[in-house]
């Protein structure tokens, strides 16, 4: 009995030492593509956290380094698929070009239909969606970067109530990657974040004037924006309005 005791834990032994990942290290030299845009799109790839990807731009080389068998034929499969030599429309360093709409929607209100027509059939998704009958686009921007690289921008959308202070919004994403596919180019935003400061009435002065307090509202997420369609990426509550925040991205690559 005790021998087969012994049997039994000696194979379950060998079983964990057999499942224990290994540490694996491989360089791959870059020939065409630019190190830090390619090493960029690598990294935002994997999926362990342990994994480390280290570019070199004097010597033309990537490090990557990972117990994640998959992170490595990812590393592997990217580097092959954009370190080609150039041409027209490069791959992996291409520009990408970002639009963003900031609407506020309310169950009523004076403004109309305050869009550009550009944005008719969004709003009557949006409506059809959560009923909201009343539109206004807050601000609208323009960021354009190149794959591979980190984006953070701001921008102001005045008072949003009589008496307060303006209002601002920051959106940043960690990565930004262009796929080829047979219905177009696919433009994938890693790590997006959307964040506003909102003012709440919490009262009145002494002279009756409105005081406020700021409430942060907004959210994160990763996306996949077909090139030329317009995405609702997200919608939040405006304080006690009933009404809410909403953002639509388009995205496209341009050469």
């Not at 956290?49 to 990537?62: F, P, Q, Y």
Request: hydrophobic fraction near 40%; charged fraction near 25%; include cysteine.
């Amino acid at each position: 009995m005790r021998r087969l005791m012994m049997t039994v834990l000696a194979l379950a032994l060998a079983a964990g030492a057999q499942e224990s990942p290994k540490w694996q290290q491989r360089v791959f030299d870059v020939k065409f593509a630019d190190p830090q845009a390619l090493a960029g799109l690598v990294r935002s790839s994997c999926q362990n956290r342990e994994t480390r990807v280290v570019e070199n731009a004097n010597l033309k080389a990537i490090s990557v380094g990972t117990f994640n068998e998959a992170d490595m034929r990812t590393a592997e499969e990217l580097i092959k698929r954009y370190d080609v030599p150039s041409g027209p429309a490069p791959a992996g360093n291409r520009n990408v070009e970002l639009t963003a709409y900031l609407l506020l929607a309310a169950p009523k209100g004076e403004s109309g239909e305050a869009v550009p027509a550009d944005l008719d059939v969004v709003v009557r998704q949006i409506r059809n969606a959560f009923g909201y009958k009343d539109y206004r686009m807050l601000d609208s921007t323009v960021i354009r970067t190149r794959e591979g690289t980190q984006v953070d921008t701001s921008g102001n959308v005045g008072a949003l109530l009589p008496g307060a202070f303006p209002s601002r919004y920051q959106m940043n994403y960690r990565n930004a990657a262009v796929s080829a596919t047979e219905h177009g180019n696919l433009i994938r935003l890693d790590g997006f974040k959307f964040g506003m400061n909102v003012p709440v009435q919490v009262g009145l002065a002494k002279d009756d004037r409105p005081q406020f307090q700021f409430s942060d509202i907004g959210f994160y997420t990763n996306l996949d924006i077909r090139e030329g369609q317009k995405v609702v990426v997200g919608k939040t509550k405006s304080g006690d309005t009933g009404g809410a925040f909403i953002l639509v991205l388009t995205a496209k690559a341009v050469d």
